[in-house]
């Protein structure tokens, strides 16, 4: 199965665009947590097995693991999500992009070690800088398109011959990049109208949408501008909003109870306006 059959399954057999980011931050986790020989594995666990049913995929952020020194709890993680929610897509976020040798090894990192269904990957040096992932032919390479931070304008939203360059970048992978069909594009929540732009210009294709929750994008106007005619075509990402949900002591709720219900209540929101 490749990684846009999986993704098209689990967005039907959990009823999400929803995709949970793990972007663990060791300050923020639970004390009993902290002091536990696998911090970041056990944190981790704990929001996939509370989530697990609610979203149509995972999104690891390597820096928050490599930082921390654990990547080996990211191998491990990797390996429990396939073991126990083979269904769920691994999205591993690394945003990589070097020349075509080094790429070669950053995928292998990603679908090798890791195995990760799909990585992010940076197009700035060009089509042969990403070709080592469309090797990996049941992979996906979602390439950075209309990013949602406030200094992605600095450069995506230059004029080049007469367009902006994101829209070049989607075109470029619609028309050229994406001869088997296995790439996605990343543009933030917090730019739908950019969003809808790049939705006319790549027809289907699956879109990763990070920058609700966190970073404040509207949940309607994403989903307005970004859902295919079928209703679906994005994982709409939410990592700190989910991870981090404040725990309703009154109500009982853990730090794990407490990320199924914010991640429970943005799915739901999301598909309010599919
Ligand atoms: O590729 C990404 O996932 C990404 C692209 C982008 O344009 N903006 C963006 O925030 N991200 C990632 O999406 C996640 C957003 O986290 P929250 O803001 O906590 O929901 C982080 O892991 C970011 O690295």
């Given at each position: 199965m490749t990684f846009i059959e999986k993704l098209s399954a689990a967005w039907t057999a959990n009823n999400s665009l929803l995709c949970v980011g793990l972007d663990p931050d060791i300050a923020k986790f639970p004390a009993a947590i902290k002091t536990r020989p696998d911090p970041v594995y056990a944190f981790c666990k704990g929001i996939i097995d509370a989530t697990a049913d609610l979203a149509c995929a995972f999104k690891p952020q390597i820096a928050y693991f490599a930082a921390l020194r654990a990547e080996d709890q990211l191998e491990a993680l990797c390996d429990y999500v396939r073991e126990t929610y083979p269904r769920i897509p691994i999205v591993l976020d690394a945003k990589r992009g070097d020349i075509g040798a080094t790429a070669e090894q950053y995928a292998r990192e990603a679908?090798?070690?890791?195995?990760?269904d799909a990585v992010t990957v940076n197009p700035y040096m060009g089509f042969d800088s990403v070709a080592p992932y469309l090797e990996w032919k049941d992979r996906g390479a979602i390439i950075l398109c209309r990013?949602?931070?406030?200094?992605?304008?600095?450069?995506?939203?230059l004029t080049a011959d007469g367009k902006p360059v994101y829209q070049h970048v989607a075109q470029l992978v619609a028309d050229k990049w994406n001869t088997n069909g296995q790439c996605s594009l990343v543009v933030g929540a917090t730019f739908p109208d950019e969003l809808a732009q790049v939705r006319r210009i790549v027809g289907d294709m699956p879109l990763l949408v990070p920058g609700i929750g966190a970073q404040g994008g509207d949940v309607q106007a994403t989903v307005n501008a970004g859902r295919t005619s079928a209703g679906t075509g994005m994982m709409i990402n939410s990592s700190r909003a989910i991870l981090y949900a404040k725990p309703d002591q009154a109500a009982g709720e853990d730090h794990a109870k407490a990320a199924r219900r914010v991640a429970a209540d943005t799915r739901n929101e999301i598909n309010r306006f599919r």
């Open positions: 679908f090798e070690r890791y195995g990760a990013t949602s931070n406030p200094g992605g304008s600095d450069l995506q939203f």
